[in-house]
C-alpha cells in the first residue's frame, strides 16, 4: 500500500534539509512501529519518495511524499501513530492513498508567503509600484548560484503572480506564485533579490511555501 | 536583540545551519529559571563530531534526569559562523536555551585528543569567560574538564578550574550536590574549589604547585594547602549494570559522524599493549550482562528509531558473550531493519563467522591493525597478533567474498628499524598474494595501508621513550611511499607536524598553558582539519612563549624521572610500566592475563575488574 502525506516543515527545522527530513520520518516510522516496506538488495532502502526540494531556512506547509508500507493500515491510524512520534515541528497535516494521484514527480508549482522587512515604515502603494515595475520587465536577471558557479538567469517566465497581502510599520506579507520542480525552479530569494534592484532596503525575515501543485494546460491539480 | 533572532538571520548565511539550531529528537528544554544548576556541557568541536562522542551523551542525559539541573550542549562554531558571531557580537551559546555561555554555573569540556585545545581555548575567548583560571570572578562559570586528556592535565593546568578523573557518572552529581549546597553559604568560587577538591577523582591544579629542576624537568608536585590530596586516584563504576545509561538518546537532524544507537558493552582492556594508553587508563574490564544490554538496546530504539546499533568498547571481540550477544540483537531487529555494527573488532576465524552473519562489515571492508611490520617489533609492543593468524583470517575472509582489506600501522615505534619498515610493505604484499591464491588472481582487490606517528603517551610502558625527530618522520613516510606501489595498494599517512604536536601535549607541563595562549591569539584552532592546521603558528607560540617543543616530544626520559602527571593515580603502578618498558626493551611479550596469570598491574586496589576477581580468587 503506497500512502501519500502532506508534511508540515515548522521553524524549529527550518534549517534541516530534505535528506534530513526523509531520514527524521523514516526513524519516526520506526518508533511508531509503522512497517515500511524497504528496497531488496544489499543496502535495504525504506520507499519513500519526496515531491521537489525545499531550500533550507524556509518553513513548509506543503511537503508531499510517499511511502510504501508491508500491509494495508487504516489510514487514520497511520496519520495518528506518526503524528504522535515525530519530533517538534514536523507534523502530518493530511494522508490518503496515492492511487490515482499524480506522481510527485510532476508538481511545477508552488506558493509562498514572504515576510519581508524594508527598514522604515512601509507606504503600501510604493511596494506595489516597485512589484509592478518589477513584473513588467521583459527580463528579471538575477545572479544564481549552481554548483560553485554563479550564472545569470532571466527568472522573469518562472513567476506567475506576486500579490501584497498585508503592511504593518516596515513589515510587508507578499504572496508568491512560482514555479517548482524539474521544469524551472525559483524560490523567493531570488525574487526578492530581483525586487532589491527597485527597493534596496528589502530584507527577508521569514519564508513558508503553503501549497505546492501541478498546473497543465490552466489546469490545477494537487497531489493531494 | 536576543540570539534566538539573530540567529534567524545570520543562519541562511553559514555551512550546515543545523549545527546551531538544535531542537533534535529528545534533546531536553527546560525552564532555566526553574532550575538550580545550570552546566554547558562543551564539546570543542564541530557538533557532527562532538555529537557521535558516547560519553558527551551519557552526561547530558544523566544530569536532565535531574529535576534542579539543566545540562546544555555546546559545541565549536565552524570557522565561518565563528567570523560571523565575532563581526556581530555574538557570544558562544547553548543550542538548547540559546543561553550566553557566560550564564552558566559550570562549563565542563570533554577532553579526548590533544589537538582540540585550541579549541577549548578559542570557545572560552567566544564565550567571554578569561583565559586563566586566576582571572575568573564569583561571575564566570566554573571551569570544568573530563576526559582521556584529563589524565595528563598539567598543559591546561591553569586554564581548567577543576579537573574530573576517571569516569564520570557520579562524581559529576557529587560536584552538583556539593554547589548547591555552597550555594547556601556567601562564600566564593574559591572556597567551592577547595571543598571540591576533597571530592575524590577531583584534582583543582590551583591547589597544587609545581616546583623544576635546573634542567626543566618537573622536581615535585606539591599541594599547598592541607586537606588537598597528594594524587588524585580516578574514579570508576564498580558495576556497569548498575549504572545509568541513557536510552532517550538525542537523534540528531544532519549527518553526524556516528549516527546510530550506541551499545556500551564494556570497559576496560586487558591486552596490554605497550603504546596504548586507553589499555592502561581505562582498566580494570568491567562488563555489562546481556540481559541488561538486549534491554536497552530495546529501549533505545523503541525511543529513537535509528537502523543501527553499534557495539562499542576497546575490543568487541573480547565480550565474554559476544556470540549470545550479536545473535540475540540480530533476531530481535531483524523484523524492524535495524543493522548492527561491530566496530573494532579483532578480526578471527571465530570472529569472522560472526562479521559474515550480520554482513555489517561488507559495506566498509575489513580492517587489521598489526601496528607493526615485523614479530619482533610486534613483540616489543607487546601486540599479540602473529603474521599467520592475519594472513589466516585475510584468506578467511577473500574466501567469504570481501576484497577491501585496511591495515593500520604505526611507524616511529622504540626500536623501530628500516627493517621494520620494510616488513610493513612485505606483509601488504603478502595480503595480496593470499588473495591471488585464493581467487586467482588480483581483480578487485583493494588493499589500504594507513600510518599513524607513534605518540608516547603518560602512564604507559612508553611514557619514557622519545618520539622520533620530525624529519626522521618524514623519511620513514617517503621510505614506505617508495615501498608501497603497485596496482591493488594504496599508501596514505598522518601529518607528522600533528603527531609531533600531539606528542608535546601529552607529555607537557605547565609551561604549555602560555604556548595555549599565544596560539589562541595567533587564531590556532581546529588543528585536526588539515586545511585550517598551521604548523607555523604553532611554531611562533613556542618561540615567543619560550618553550621548546621538542623538549617534551623527543627525549627520551630516565626512570626515575618526576613526570608532570603524577599527581594523577590511575590505579595501574608506575613499577608495572616500568617492568613492561625493560620486557618491551628485551622484546619479550606479556600474554593477556585474562587467559595468563594476573600480571599485578596495580589496578586489584580500585576493586570490580571481573578478570581481576577471577585472577585473584584465592
Ligand atoms: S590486576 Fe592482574 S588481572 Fe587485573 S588487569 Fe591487572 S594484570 Fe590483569
Redo the contacts with the bound molecule.
Sequence with gaps: MIVRMKIKKGEEVKFISQLDLMRAVERAMRRAELPVKFTEGFNPRPRISFAPALPVGITSDAEYMDVEFESVLPLDRILARLNSHLPPGISVLKIDTAEGKIPLSSVNRAVYTVVVDTGSDIEPELLDKAVTEMLSRPEITVPKTSKGKVKNVNIAPLIHGIKITGVEGSRAEIRMELSAGQEGNVTPPLVIKALQEHIPSITVRRMNRDELFMVREGKRTDPI | MEIKQILDEVLPQVSKPTRYTGNELNSVQKDKSKVKVRIALAFPDVYEVGMSHLGLRILYHLLNEREDVYAERVFAPWVDFEEIMRERGIPLFSLESKSPLSEFDFVGFSLQYEMSYSNVTNMLDLAGIPLFSKDRTDRDPIVIAGGPCAYNPEPLAEIIDLFVIGEAEEVILELVNLYLDHKKSSKGRIEFLERAARIPGVYVPAFYRVNYNEDGTVKEILPVKPGIPERVQKRIIRDLDRVYYPTKLIVPYMDIVHDRAVLEIFR?C?R?CRFCQAGMIY???REKSVDKLTNIAREMIKSTGYEEISLASLSTSDYSALKQLVEILTDEFRQCMVGLSLPSLRIDSFTLDLARKIQEIKKSGLTFAPEAGTQRLRDVINKGVTEEDLLNSVKGAFEAGWNTVKLYFMIGLPSETYEDLEGIARLAYRVVDAYREVRGNTKGLKVTVSTSTFVPKPFTPFQWEAQIPLDEIKERQRFLKKKLKGPNISYNWHDGKLSFLEAVFSRGDRKLNSVLKKARERGCRFDGWSDMFSFDKWMEAFREAGVNPEFYANRSRPEDEVFPWEVIDPG?EKS?LITELKKAREAKPTPD??FN????????KLKG?I??D???ED
Design positions: 576496560g586487558t596490554g582498566r580494570p574490564v595501574v608495572f592475563c585474562r596469570r594476573c600480571h599485578g598491574c596495580g589496578i586489584m575488574g578478570i581481576c577471577s585472577k585473584n
